[in-house]
């Protein structure tokens, strides 16, 4: 049986893990790679690394990084943080990550997935998307982007299911509306997408405690949850989430 | 005891290439069909499309290589894409493959509730007996990203089962030749054991 995964999500800057990464355990939380590897010690299913280095002649850096985490981790990871053309594309999967997520760009340029899958593949590119929940869409939810800065006039679904069209392997769904609360995923908008499109979906943004995992796999179907500040901040660990969720009958990987 | 990896523009190639520096294995990668004559043993990775990559391998000379390689007798070992384009066809863009291993690669059935491509990491079960999975429990989980599965007219080719929406062939073996569908390269410890134990098999 298919596992969910639990995927954790580490930002970057200039080359150092960012975002009040604060741990207990004695290991420099500003080295990404330490940090990769002690996630992958602990079980993690996959990374997601977002590059928010600024400049594009900092870009170097971060490649530099994704071929460092690949030599010392050996389970899937990604890339995204303003990746918009396909040589961008292709030298973050030289480097060594399996995926690499669009999300601002695909939008202005959607044929940056069609054709990042038809050069690489469909499970190498993944589609992040912000959404805010907006009445006055047809599905409810409007796309926005620029790290959820700027409104675009796409609804949430029908893009969504474009990317599905063009070529998109996965889509990792961010809520703007439950970002940061540390209250949960926002549910509806979760299943919303899960259930209307044939690729895998991550939920993303709000999980604060352990049950919101439980809530989005069983009540929003989602394929795979992402993690960030419940575990940077040592509030939980990773062998607690995930044998909360055995224990609960979500299959989850143990052994590892 | 040197390995060739073959290189045919497969997307998971640097991904082998990782996992065999950090399990300090004597290889090299090579598109030359000549060298891969040379190699003790096999790797042939894979992720794409069948059909693409048998162009590649056909117009390079790579596809007889391989098939004179497997004639040989020299232990190889095929991934993801690499346990497909062992069989005779692939339904993929309708592909004639390497038929080094009588069957097909077929793609999963639309399914309710079940998404394609399976991705992630799922339990793969074996009796035991095959020298790859020595150390490696029956249901230890392994990452797969695919949309179609091997499947070998003689299922006592089968060495590994694995569910989802139905049960298929995840691993397969056939003389000296090993081939599995997920991705023992990105599949934590179980997966670097799989490969030791690749490269622990005596060549000759």
């Known amino acids: 049986m298919l596992e969910k995964r639990i995927i954790i999500c580490l930002d970057v800057r200039n080359g150092r893990t960012t975002k009040g990464v604060k741990f207990k355990e004695n290991i420099d939380v500003g080295d990404p790679v330490k940090m990769a590897r002690f996630y992958y010690e602990q079980g993690v299913d996959e990374l997601v690394f977002y590059d928010i280095t600024a400049s594009s002649e900092k870009r170097k850096i971060m490649i530099d990084v994704v071929a460092r985490v690949a030599e010392n981790i ?143 796999f069983t009540k929003a179907h989602a394929d795979a949850a992402l993690i960030a500040s419940m575990v940077h901040f040592s509030t939980f660990t990773l062998p607690q989430i995930k044998s909360f969720l055995h224990k609960n009958h979500i299959p989850v990987r143990l052994d590892f | 005891m040197s390995i060739a990896v073959v290189d045919y523009n497969a997307g998971n190639l640097r991904s082998v290439e990782t996992a065999l520096k950090h399990l300090h294995a004597d290889f090299f990668i090579t598109n030359n069909p000549e060298k891969i004559l040379e190699a003790e043993k096999l790797i042939f990775p894979g992720v794409g499309e069948a059909g693409a990559a048998m162009n590649v391998l056909k117009a390079t000379g790579l596809a007889q290589a391989i098939s004179n390689f497997y004639k040989s007798g020299r232990p190889l070992l095929g991934i993801c894409l690499g346990s497909q384009i062992i069989l005779d066809r692939s339904e993929e863009s309708d592909t004639i493959c390497l038929a080094l291993v009588p069957g097909a690669a077929r793609r999963f059935p639309q399914h309710a509730g079940y998404k394609v491509p399976h991705m992630g990491w799922n339990q793969v079960v074996h009796d035991g007996s095959h020298y790859l999975f020595q150390g490696i429990p029956s249901g230890a989980s392994f990452y797969f990203v695919h949309s179609y599965y091997p499947d070998p007219s003689n299922k006592k080719a089968c060495i590994t089962e694995t569910e989802y929406m139905i049960r298929f062939c995840s691993g397969l073996c056939l003389d000296k030749l090993s081939a599995v569908q997920f991705h023992p390269e990105k599949s934590g410890k179980y997966g670097l054991k799989l490969i030791q134990n690749f490269l622990n098999l005596s060549g000759l």
């Open chain 1, 74 to 216: 050996f389970i899937p990871f990604s890339v995204g943080g303003g990746i918009g053309s396909i040589p961008e594309i292709r030298e973050v999967l030289l480097a060594g990550a399996e995926k690499v997520s669009v999300n601002s760009h695909a939008v202005r340029d959607p044929s940056l997935i069609e054709e990042g899958a038809s050069l690489f593949g469909q499970q190498c590119i993944v589609l992040g998307m912000d959404v805010l929940k907006d009445d006055s869409m047809p599905s409810h939810y409007r796309v926005v982007i620029d790290g959820g800065r700027k409104p675009t006039e796409l609804d949430a679904l029908a893009w969504a299911k474009q990317a599905e069209s063009l070529g998109a392997g996965e889509i990792v769904l961010n809520s703007i509306d439950a970002d940061g609360t540390q209250e949960g995923y926002e549910l509806t908008v979760t299943k919303l997408i899960a259930e209307h499109v044939g690729i895998p979906v991550v939920a993303s943004g709000g999980a604060g405690k352990i049950s919101h995992l439980l809530d989005v």
